[in-house]
T-cell receptor, first 116, second 114 residues
Framework: AQKITQTQPGMFVQEKEAVTLDCTYD???????LFWYKQPSSGEMIFLIY??????QNATEGRYSLNFQKARKSANLVISASQLGDSAMYFC?????????????FGTGTRLKVLA | GAGVSQTPSNKVTEKGKYVELRCDPI?????LYWYRQSLGQGPEFLIY????????DSGLPNDRFFAVRPEGSVSTLKIQRTERGDSAVYLC????????????FGPGTRLTVL
C-alpha cells in the first residue's frame, strides 16, 4: 500500500496567491515525522518544513506552513504569496519511528507552476 | 557552510561496466543515506550508514550494488555490471548525530547506462 500519497501531479497558481499541495500518509507507528522538500529543475532536494507526529501546533517556516490533520492522516503544504521561483517539484516524505533506519518514504511529487 | 556534494554530476556508461558514485556529506554529520530517483518518481531508499557501518542496506536492489563509508565521512556507491534499468539520479543525504534529524540532500548524480 502507498505510504505517502500525493494526488496532484500538477498545480498552477497565480503569482502572489496562496496554494495548497496535498499529502496523505499511512502508518501504524505512533511516532513519525513528516517532511516537505522542493526539487527545482537543477535536481537538488531542498528541505522546506518538518512536522513531528507529537507536535501540537502546525509547523511554519516563512511562507511555508504545514496543515497537519492527524486524524485524517494528512499533511498538506501551504505556500503563501507564491513567487515565480516557487515553480518546482514538491515532495512529501515520512520517516517512521524513532529507532532503526530513519529512512524517508517519498510520494510521487506535485509539479507546481507559478504564473506571472 | 558547505552542503552535501556529489561527484560526478553526470555519468554515462555502457551496459556491463562498473561505476562508482561519490558523496561528501555535511561536515560532522554522522548519518548518511543513498536514494535512487527514477524519472517521474520520488526518491527511493537504498542504504543508510551510521558512522562507518551500514545500519540498513535493505533498499539495495541486488548484489550488484554496494556502498562503503570507510572513515565515516565520504561514501562511495558502487554498481557492478551496470544494466540499462540502473539509469536514474542517485541522491545522497546526510543528517546530524541522530537519525531523527532532518536529512539534507546533495545535487545528485545522473547515471545513464547505454
Amino acid at each position: 500500500a502507498q505510504k505517502i500519497t500525493q494526488t496532484q501531479p500538477g498545480m498552477f497558481v497565480q503569482e502572489k496567491e496562496a496554494v495548497t499541495l496535498d499529502c496523505t500518509y499511512d502508518t501504524s507507528d505512533p511516532s513519525y515525522g513528516l517532511f516537505w522538500y522542493k526539487q527545482p529543475s537543477s535536481g537538488e532536494m531542498i528541505f522546506l518544513i518538518y512536522q513531528g507526529s507529537y507536535d501540537q501546533q502546525n509547523a511554519t517556516e516563512g511562507r511555508y506552513s504545514l496543515n497537519f490533520q492527524k486524524a485524517r492522516k494528512s499533511a498538506n503544504l501551504v505556500i503563501s504569496a507564491s513567487q515565480l521561483g516557487d515553480s518546482a517539484m514538491y515532495f512529501c516524505a515520512m520517516r517512521e519511528g524513532t529507532s532503526g533506519t530513519y529512512k524517508y518514504i517519498f510520494g510521487t511529487g506535485t509539479r507546481l507552476k507559478v504564473l506571472a | 557552510g558547505a552542503g552535501v556534494s556529489q561527484t560526478p554530476s553526470n555519468k554515462v556508461t555502457e551496459k556491463g561496466k562498473y561505476v562508482e558514485l561519490r558523496c561528501d556529506p555535511i561536515s560532522g554529520h554522522t548519518a548518511l543515506y543513498w536514494y535512487r530517483q527514477s524519472l517521474g518518481q520520488g526518491p527511493e531508499f537504498l542504504i543508510y550508514f551510521q558512522g562507518t557501518g551500514a545500519a540498513d542496506d535493505s533498499g539495495l536492489p541486488n548484489d550488484r550494488f554496494f556502498a562503503v563509508r570507510p572513515e565515516g565521512s565520504v561514501s562511495t556507491l558502487k554498481i557492478q555490471r551496470t544494466e540499462r534499468g540502473d539509469s536514474a539520479v542517485y541522491l545522497c543525504a546526510s543528517s546530524a548525530h541522530r537519525g531523527t534529524d532532518t536529512q539534507y540532500f546533495g545535487p545528485g548524480t545522473r547515471l545513464t547506462v547505454l
